[in-house]
């Protein structure tokens, strides 16, 4: 899936909120998508020890997709004339996921990642009625994401199920 074009989303609309907030909670969010990226990279690898290829390729791609949606975040938080926070630091501080070290099996990995997606959408819905029709552009931005992140729950969901069966 492609990242959500922020191109003219400057220019729409006035923010409501007081910015200050609004980008400290996408720095949360944007936090947050960078560890579940970071996690589905090392799972990627991982899995390439024996996992199925089917696995693989799914880590691999959620990585990227969790790559795509922290740098549309990034995008609209500078659009909101703040600057995104990249410090390693910083991004395990304010991540509402841990980074857990678990090498498990593929079935495990699967699971933390499904578990992380699971959370990871209830920060953002939060995150989105905290936005109301304040920032329409915002609020746009946030529900791309959680329907990307709904499909891959699903695709988790069919890979968890598939794994254990064998």
């Known amino acids: 899936m492609r990242a959500y074009s922020l191109a003219a989303a400057a220019l729409e609309g006035t923010v409501g909120h007081d ?3 609004l980008t400290a909670r996408l ?3 944007l936090a947050t998508k960078l560890v579940g990226m970071l996690r589905c990279r090392r799972h990627y690898f991982s899995a390439k020890r024996g996992g199925s290829l089917h696995a693989v390729d799914m880590f691999f791609a959620h990585s990227n997709l969790d790559q795509s949606h922290a740098d549309a975040i990034g995008d609209r938080m500078v659009q909101l004339g703040a600057q995104p926070d990249f410090s390693p630091a910083s991004i395990g501080a ?3 996921i841990p980074f857990v070290p678990r090498y498990g099996e593929v079935a ?3 699971s933390d990642d499904l578990e992380a997606a699971i959370r990871t959408e ?3 819905n939060d995150l989105v009625h905290y ?3 304040d920032d329409e552009a915002t609020k746009r931005l946030l529900n791309s994401i959680l329907a990307a ?3 891959r729950g699903k695709q988790l969901t069919t890979l968890i199920k598939s794994l254990r069966k064998t």
Do not use: N, P, Y
């Open 122 to 124: 209830a920060i953002l």
């Open 27 to 29: 720095g949360e969010a």
């Open 19 to 21: 910015g200050t907030e």
């Open 108 to 110: 495990d990995m699967a």
């Open 149 to 151: 992140d709904r499909i």
């Open 94 to 96: 304010s991540s509402h």
């Open 131 to 133: 936005v109301g029709a």
